[in-house]
């Protein structure tokens, strides 16, 4: 089993700063594979980043993903206030299963 | 435009089974390359697929779960059902449903989300 491993669980930031989010699997994983996942509290995950590094439809660009083979990252240029929330990271491994990681939140310090 | 709803009881009692439905719009599940999937959240948890349904009805189960959980679909009222046998308080969670879009040959990912159910275990 893959399994992905998050960090930091918790990263507290400034709007207008930088964010970098990591994920790491235990194994290699295809970057086509690899999603990332945006959760605010009481809603459902948005979809964020798919295939490692696409964004998905109406995401802005401040938004972006990288990373391949275990190590996978999630950058936010410029932290808005509405981008303070839980983060995902998700692969596909074959079977089919589905895994997520832990999540990192994003809170304002 | 897609979206997704899931209903069913929020009580539900230990060694009881539960129904989940999600119904959908926006697209169909009789179109060649569509799925869906359910995935829950324990209070303050992380995210746990549970299984896949395909426009072909091919099906797919949580390795961990899969001799408790049953998907099916009714392809003509754009919905999906989960069951899932011998409820325990462990399974309180917000139980989603979710679609699956086809990339690079395969489904690998959750495009649109339900909103959630929160279903409670407890006697």
């Known amino acids: 089993e893959i399994v992905l491993t998050q960090s930091p669980g918790t990263l507290s930031l400034s709007p207008g700063e930088r964010a970098t989010l990591s994920c790491r699997a235990s194994q290699s994983v295809s970057s086509s594979y690899l999603a990332w996942y945006q959760q605010k509290p009481g809603q459902a995950p948005r979809l964020l980043i798919y295939?490692?590094?696409s964004r998905a439809t109406g995401i802005p660009d401040r938004f972006s993903g990288s990373g391949s083979g275990t190590d996978f990252t999630l950058t936010i240029s410029r932290l808005e206030p509405e981008d303070f929330a839980v983060y995902y990271c998700q692969q596909y491994v074959s079977s089919p299963q589905y895994t997520f990681g832990q999540g990192t939140k994003l809170e304002i310090k | 435009q897609v979206t997704l709803r899931e209903s069913g009881p929020a009580l539900v009692k230990p060694t009881q089974t539960l129904t989940l439905t999600c119904t959908f719009s926006?697209?169909?599940?009789?179109?060649?390359?569509?799925?869906v999937s359910w995935i829950r959240q324990p209070p303050g948890k992380a995210l746990e697929w549970l299984a896949r349904?395909?426009?072909?009805?091919?099906?797919y189960y949580s390795t961990s779960l899969k001799t408790r959980l049953t998907i099916s679909k009714d392809t003509s009222k754009n919905q999906v059902a989960l069951t899932m046998t011998n409820m325990d308080p462990v399974d309180t969670a917000t139980y989603y449903c979710a679609r699956l879009p086809r990339y690079n040959n395969g489904w690998y990912y959750f495009d649109f989300w339900g909103l959630g159910t929160l279903v409670t275990v407890s006697s």
């Open positions: 349904i395909d426009w072909d009805g091919d099906k």
């Open positions: 926006g697209f169909s599940l009789s179109t060649s390359g569509m799925c």
């Open positions: 295939g490692a590094s």
